[in-house]
């Protein structure tokens, strides 16, 4: 039994030669003395860009929306253990992975999440059959694995429904697809590209978590960086050959260059002005490339009900997406949590519930399994990514009818003054910690080219 949010992917990698952080360097010439760059977005990406452009002599600003930095990076401690609003797990932390690299510096203590300590639960409650669930798993492999290829059209709904038409309606295999692929996605599972998520990499070994929380990589990466938080950028007005003006509620700035590092979800909104306006190419892709939620919802128990050593339990639902996944932190830490995940259609309605509504839904599933066991909630933390102003989502993903020049059209500058980075602009590693970090680095290399 497999689930991490990029097996899928890990397959598909055999040897990574991207430049770790550490060895990141573009020379020593201060080629960049005089001019200023504004960064909008202080997530992973803006703050790699910002940190990579004032080595080289550039005077940075990163403007920020919110009160806080780390965007989509983002850890609260008030449960006892750490909770993520975003990002959890460092995927595939091999020595290549520059989040590993970065986790190393800040003397992270890691936890790698064992996929196969699991228990998984079918609709009734009771624990599934291991004969019924290896079948469930090799119909997903032979999907995944052997039906899909980069060709193949339509979504990966459309490839279950051609291998045989009937399995959608067996919950088992709705709960695997889902846990296994719109949790790694983004996306509902109808909607995301079949062809394209196999133009997607990876890096190798076992998922890990943060124990001490993933913010001590964004703050050492904000270390000695100006950043103006409470700071919502209106528009950008690149119309002028001399400076361009970046307009945030209360202040206008003047500068040369601009890294925009806003989510998909922000430029789909169209929550900055730009003057003039993108060119009609990439306005199409940002239309175009998914963009989709996943819920998160941590409930601290009074009394423990469920096993200490089981790191996952898996809940089948009716409904898809409807929280297959519970994490049991009492693997990594003292604390009685059990964090629930819902994703693809499911999250979008998760998302928009109330706090109370979510935690009976929770609930719900929760005693479906241990009935009047469920104890008594002592507290509780939950993600609404969709009700973010600032985000609209969670992460990107490749839509039927995307091609990968869609992902290339959001990664493009605009008059080699205007560029882009954030995961959405980097199909490779879309939805990623590390694919957000290569994307800061790709348009801070950018400016330093535009200025030779
Ligand atoms: C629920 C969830 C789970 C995830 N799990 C994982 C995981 O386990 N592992 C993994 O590798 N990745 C995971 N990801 C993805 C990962 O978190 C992102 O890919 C990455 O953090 C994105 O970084 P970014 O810099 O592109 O964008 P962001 O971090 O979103 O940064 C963009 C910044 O722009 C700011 N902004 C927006 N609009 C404006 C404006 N008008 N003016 C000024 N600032 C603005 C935002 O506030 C934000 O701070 C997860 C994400 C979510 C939401």
Not at 39 to 45: E, H, K, L, Q
Not at 47 to 63: D, M, R
Not at 207 to 218: E, L, N, S, T
Not at 394 to 409: G, H, K, W
């Amino acid at each position: 039994m497999k689930l991490s949010r990029r097996y899928a992917l890990k397959s598909l990698l055999s040897i990574i030669s991207y430049i770790s952080l550490s060895k990141v360097s573009f020379g020593n010439n201060q080629i960049l003395v005089g001019k200023t760059v504004i960064v909008i977005g202080a997530g992973i990406s803006g703050l790699v860009a910002a940190s990579t452009l004032i080595q080289k002599g550039a005077n940075v600003i990163i403007l920020e929306a919110k009160n806080y930095i780390g965007g989509r990076i983002r850890t609260d401690r008030s449960l006892g253990a750490p909770f993520e609003y975003g990002a959890g797990w460092i995927h595939g932390p091999s020595e290549d992975n520059p989040i590993r690299n970065l986790a190393d510096r800040t003397n992270s203590s890691l936890f790698v999440t064992d996929d196969d300590s699991c228990e998984l639960l079918n609709l009734s409650g009771n624990d599934i059959d291991e004969k019924v669930w290896d079948e469930i798993e090799e119909i997903w492999e032979e999907i995944i694995y052997d039906e899909i290829d980069s060709d193949t059209e339509g979504s990966i709904l459309d490839a279950i429904n051609e291998y045989d038409s009937n399995i959608w309606s067996d919950p088992n295999i709705r709960w695997v697809f889902s846990a296994y692929e719109e949790f790694n996605y983004g996306g509902p599972i109808h909607e995301i590209s079949a062809g394209l998520i196999k133009e997607m990499s990876g890096f190798p070994t076992a998922d890990v978590i943060f124990k001490d929380g993933y913010d001590k990589i964004i703050n050492l990466l904000a270390k000695n960086l100006q950043i103006q938080t409470n700071s919502i950028v209106k528009s950008v007005n690149y119309s002028s050959t001399n400076n361009i003006t970046v307009s945030t509620t209360s202040k206008n700035y003047e500068c040369d260059y601009v890294i925009c590092s806003v989510p998909l979800g922000v430029l789909k909104f169209n929550s900055i002005e730009f003057n003039p306006a993108l060119p009609r190419y990439k306005q199409d892709s940002i239309e175009n490339v998914g963009f989709g939620t996943v819920t998160k919802l941590a409930l601290k128990f009074k009394d423990q009900f469920w096993d200490s050593d089981v790191q996952y339990y898996y809940t089948v639902a009716k409904e898809t997406g409807r929280w297959p996944i519970w994490m049991n932190y009492r693997t990594f830490s003292k604390e009685k949590i059990l964090m629930g995940l819902c994703m693809g259609d499911y999250a979008k309605k998760a998302d928009l519930m109330s706090k109370e509504e979510l935690i009976e839904d929770g609930l719900k599933v929760l005693k479906n399994v241990w009935e009047d066991d469920v104890g008594e909630v002592q507290n509780v933390l939950r993600t609404s990514w969709l009700n973010d102003p600032f985000t609209k989502g969670a992460y990107s993903f490749p839509r039927v009818d995307n091609s990968e020049e869609d992902f290339e059209n959001l990664a493009e500058s605009v008059d080699n003054r205007l560029f882009f980075c954030g995961e959405h602009t980097d199909l490779k590693y879309l939805a990623t910690t590390h694919g957000a970090l290569y994307t800061g680095i790709r348009a801070a290399k950018e400016v330093i080219k535009a200025n030779k």
